[in-house]
T-cell receptor
Framework: ELKVEQNPLFLSMQEGKNYTIYCNYS?????LYWYRQDPGKSLESLFV???NGAVKQEGRLMASLDTKARLSTLHITAAVHDLSATYFC????????????WGAGTKLIIKP | EAGVTQSPTHLIKTRGQQATLRCSPI?????VYWYQQALGLGLQFLLW???????NRGNFPPRFSGRQFPNYSSELNVNALELEDSALYLC??????????????FGDGTRLSIL
């Protein structure tokens, strides 16, 4: 079964702290996507990771991909309140005709 | 470049009625995806259309259906509405053919409320 698991599902943290969200997937995939969703809003594409060892950074967010471990991480550095949102990861795999398989999302609350 | 547009923004119906939601993809995108997101939950895949054909559907009853038109816009129809159908319905579009990265771009969604 094709599965994408995110950990943790809920995270409450203080501003200024660092933390990491994990995304594990169950089958080979060379493309992993991270999205952000603000409450009541739609999803915004953050990163597309294409190959093993890929690392992308945007502001206080950094995403990486380890295709051998089937693991991606989204690292938050010195968190600020504006980063409060739900973060989703997704992979596309040939077995699903390249349809995206989604994680359940990580709800991140950053307290001032 | 115009993004994915969905209409209406909000839709209020009563049990047993039928709802039609619409989506216009980004110009050049041939694939349209529909998702259901109940309050506080993740994305549940509903339907995928590409080049006018249904490519895949999620684990939803047949009263959820849709179609894609020659201009690649799409409709989602929900018949015999039930209270549990209340949710945010998101449409996304992407390229499909030709390989390469195909991130999905999302519309703002239609919030369907069943009274």
């Amino acid at each position: 079964e094709l599965k994408v698991e995110q950990n943790p599902l809920f995270l409450s943290m203080q501003e200024g702290k660092n933390y990491t969200i994990y995304c594990n997937y169950s089958t080979t995939s060379d493309r992993l996507y991270w999205y952000r969703q603000d409450p009541g809003k739609s999803l915004e594409s953050l990163f597309v990771l294409l190959s093993n060892g890929a690392v992308k950074q945007e502001g206080r967010l950094m995403a990486s991909l380890d295709t051998k471990a089937r693991l991606s991480t989204l690292h938050i550095t010195a968190a600020v309140h504006d980063l409060s949102a739900t973060y989703f990861c997704a992979v596309d795999v040939v077995q699903s005709n390249y349809q995206l398989i989604w994680g359940a999302g990580t709800k991140l609350i950053i307290k001032p | 470049e115009a993004g994915v547009t969905q209409s209406p923004t909000h839709l209020i119906k009563t049990r047993g009625q039928q709802a039609t939601l619409r989506c216009s993809p980004i110009s050049g995108h041939t694939s349209v995806y529909w998702y259901q997101q109940a309050l506080g939950l993740g994305l549940q895949f509903l339907l995928w259309y590409d080049e006018g054909e249904e490519r895949n559907r999620g684990n939803f009853p047949p009263r959820f259906s849709g179609r894609q038109f020659p201009n690649y816009s799409s409709e989602l129809n929900v018949n015999a509405l039930e209270l549990e159908d209340s949710a945010l319905y998101l449409c996304a579009s992407s390229f499909f053919r030709g390989g390469g990265i195909k991130p999905q771009h999302f519309g703002d969604g239609t919030r369907l409320s069943i009274l």
